[in-house]
């Protein structure tokens, strides 16, 4: 304390006003606090409410993903529609709070859903710096900033919904100093909201609310409202107008066909414009429909799933992913394309069990966090043009809504996979452990998910499917046997952060009865034998139908699915593949009994691998009396098969069709056989004469797998 010059130190109890005597003649009082100098009061202060929320909007960025942050709040709510409404409407600037409110009466942004403000939310909204929802693990906007995001478009945001009207003002100008918002309530302010009329006017006529609403004093839903920003403001220098929200709708439409994908409460969300003439428009709508099938196969699914979420909350132990399947229809209604589009998706849902993981659990608890994962399967996309199955699908991460389009969001799985991830502060992408965070409790929770839930959930997504397959072949199930295989992931494209799903992935897959063979049968990988055949088609053809009937399972499988069974099958259960060495085991065992022109066909594929010496016992070799004999290794002249030319016509040698080469055999397989005859191995050429008066045979087709072969 300084005083005519002077400096003391007062005991931190005095209060100023004990320091002037009451009458004495006006003091000059200076004061400084002790703890600049190592003593006394001392602590941080909070920025003003528009740094703070600047802050919030340079780390958010705007885009589509404001609008998502708003239907997370609904799903938060509980709401199951949600509605956008773009208005040009200019309402009156006579009768409002403060003349400063003009400047908010005229274009706007609205937002709808049909679930109401409960206590809890109307103090939500309030608290800024931390988010109510973070106690709630079940709630999906829980990271506190995605409702601050509309500052990016406004300046005064308000909310309608049950009861009361309130607005915000983080500049704290339009109601007072240091006042950052404004709430009445329709049942003990009417008189104040009666004459305020103009104020009030942009919540009557919109979404269902109406004067009545207001007399009735309660509006059942919620609606938000954000006047554009038409000027630079010192929250934000955006300015908003017809063609940035259009490109906001544009942005949404982009994702709109998966946006509800893993939501359980919101089933229909709409685009609208309302011009400055009063007219309407709807410009765009998505829906999601239940299984056409089984109405209730979805609700009874997400009843399991909250039980199982209820279970892991309690702390019931559980040494299992609890999975529950459906299938929904995302119906998308473009009125400016005048395209309907609609998608029917299997989606598997999965809880990972309490107990299975301890330090998941632990990370749970400390996070507030659920170990909850979705997967979804597109199966068809139909519109009006018809144009089939998805092609070029691209599997995204999601943490309920999909994340930002881009490549932190692509996870090179044909499967979109939506999970209770950890994310980063601005929430566009999933946090992972760098080097610089490496005990990040949130970026650990994730890769723990991924390897203990996703697999689990993943592999019933799969097996799930093939069962509807088998089940529902005769109705409109839409999805193929080998379509099943589309749900596969190909490990040489999913992304580094996804492999570690792969390994437990395929290792419960290969159990599985999940190859489809050809004769439309389900068996495991070690019980099917795996076409690759390039060859000829008539050849490919008779060779599998040969093997099928002979009790070979074949099966034909994408490049993908065989790299994973190359990758993946133990030395006990190794992949077989369809071979002439195969081919050759079973004739053995299987004397084939089809007509000549298969056994032609099958004799073709059999020495195409130019293992002569197997061919020992076959009975493949074509004679010209339409007769096959079998390839011998005997050194007798009666045994020979001779093979005629031009010097020495079969014609010269009436009666002995049942010695001579088949002469119509292809040019092909005739050189292959004269080939193996010069590969003779040990046995030497033989040079001897027939019956027939001083002709003279060289006999030079001497293999171990061959009868005796002559030249005339």
Sequence with gaps: LKRHGQQSHLDDSVQIRNLVPAGSPEVSVTLEGRGLKGGGRFGQTT??????????????????????????????????????????????????????????????????????????DWNGIQEIARSRKREDPLKVGRFGIGFNSVYHITDAPSIFSGDQIAMLDPHQTLFGVHESGQCWNLKTDMKEITELADQFTPYIGMFGSSEKTIEEGSFPGTLFRFPLRLKPSQLSGNIYNKEKVLELFES??????????????????????????????????????????????????????????DSYS???????????TYQVNIE???????????????????????????ELDSLAEDLKFMPTIGIALPLTVINKEDKGATAGFSG???????????????????????GFFGLTDNRRSIKWREVDQWRDPAALWNELLIITVIPQAYFTLITEAITRVQTKKDQDFPLSPTGTYGAWPDPKRVKSRWKPILQPLFHDLLQQQVIY????????????????????????????????????????VPAAVDFVLAACMTESAEVKKVTPSLLRQVIRKYKHKGPSQEKLLLLEFALSDGNYSDLIGLELLPLQDETFTMFSSSVSEKDSIYIASEEYPRSLYPGLEGRFLLDSIKPLVLDTLKEAAKSRGNLPYIFHMNNLEKLRFTAFYDLQCFSRYACL
């Design 314 to 324: 309690n702390g019931v132990p559980s040494s299992t992913v609890t999975c529950v």
């Design 252 to 309: 949404f439409k982009a994702d709109a066909e998966t946006v509800l994908l893993f939501l359980k409460s919101v089933q229909k969300i709409s685009l609208h414009v309302r011009e400055s003439d009063g007219t309407e428009r709807m410009l765009f709508q998505v829906t999601a429909t239940e299984n056409t099938d089984d109405k209730l196969e979805r609700p009874n699914a997400l009843k399991t799933l909250d039980q199982a979420i």
């Design 517 to 556: 063979s050809l004769s439309e049968s389900w068996i495991r990988a070690d019980q099917a034998v795996f076409s690759e055949l390039k060859t000829d088609e008539d050849i490919s053809e008779t060779v599998i139908n040969y093997l099928q009937s002979s009790g070979t399972q074949v099966a034909k």
């Design 47 to 120: 920025p003003p409410l528009v740094d703070f929320l600047k802050d919030i909007l340079r780390r958010y960025p705007e885009g589509g993903q404001i609008l998502k942050e708003l239907i997370q709040n609904a799903e938060d709510a509980g709401a199951t529609e949600v509605k956008f409404m773009y208005d040009e409407t200019e309402y009156g600037v006579e009768s409002l709070w403060s003349p400063d409110m003009a400047q908010h009466q005229g274009t706007a942004l609205y937002v709808y859903n049909d679930a109401v403000f409960t206590v809890e």
């Design 396 to 418: 995204r991460a999601f943490c309920f809504l999909p994340l930002p389009p881009g490549e932190e969001s692509e996870t090179g799985l044909p499967v979109h996979v939506s």
């Design 332 to 358: 998308t209604q473009d009125e400016t394309a005048k395209e309907t589009q609609r998608m029917t998706w299997l989606v598997c849902n999965g809880v990972g069990g309490r107990g299975m993981c301890t």
